[in-house]
């Protein structure tokens, strides 16, 4: 098994990327059984790992497409002292399709089968990306990938909570930092052309994200 908190990497504001060669692989069933089957795991879990955080919040799915273009948000929750909130982690995995998701201002490309454990603070937002990019032409995949305009999101919150929009882009650090922006339609995930994402993008795939050169 792989070691503790060896999954997939780290962005620089505390989120977690997990994709391909980054997460673990084994048989799902014993090898004498001869019934295929293989597994990915993308955590350990907080009980084997406690800097894994423990997720007690909703969960579910959300069929993005193009149009659903998300207005940059944090999540917070009241804080267990019960004086004021605290930022709490948000866990997407894209299980069908490419999205696009803004990370504290950044614009990265996900592929499908990728887990993101958003950092507490992080402002994020997320969309699908548009038909018609090929990683694979790109030399970013491995193997035949365009997107198609949708992908499917599985959401799970550390903790309930609530949708904080904000302009802001930096990793907030105290509830007091957060500024709420009202204006949705001016924080909105941008419309992008394939030849933008392609040269302003990061592209996840296995243990690291790059631009394009």
Not at 152 to 164: C, G, I, K, L, M
Not at 173 to 192: A, W
Request: proline residues 10%.
């Amino acid at each position: 098994m792989a070691a503790p908190y060896s999954y997939g990497f780290f962005l620089e504001n505390g989120t977690q990327v997990v994709h391909g060669e980054g997460a673990e692989h084994r048989q799902a069933f014993p090898i004498d059984s001869n019934i295929p089957g293989e597994l990915q795991i993308f955590s350990p879990g907080h009980q084997s790992e406690p800097r894994t955080p423990c997720f007690c919040g909703p969960q579910g799915i959300f069929p993005f497409t193009t149009e659903n273009r998300m207005p940059r948000h944090v999540h917070m929750s009241p804080n267990p002292s019960g004086n004021g909130k605290r930022y709490v982690v948000e866990k997407i995995m894209v299980m069908e399709g490419i999205a696009l998701a803004e990370l504290g201002g950044q614009i990265y490309v996900i592929p499908p089968n990728t887990m993101v454990v958003i950092g507490p603070g992080v402002p994020h937002a997320w969309v699908a990306c548009p038909p018609g990019l090929d990683l694979q032409a790109l030399g970013v995949a491995d193997r035949p990938l365009v997107s198609h305009g949708k992908f499917v999101a599985v959401f799970e919150y550390e903790q309930p909570t609530a949708f904080f929009p904000t302009a802001q882009v930096e990793t907030l650090k105290e509830e007091s930092d957060y500024v709420r922006c009202n204006d949705l339609e001016s924080i909105r995930f941008p419309e992008m052309s394939l030849e933008e994402i392609r040269t302003t993008a990061l592209f996840v795939w296995g243990r690291k994200a790059t631009k394009l050169e």
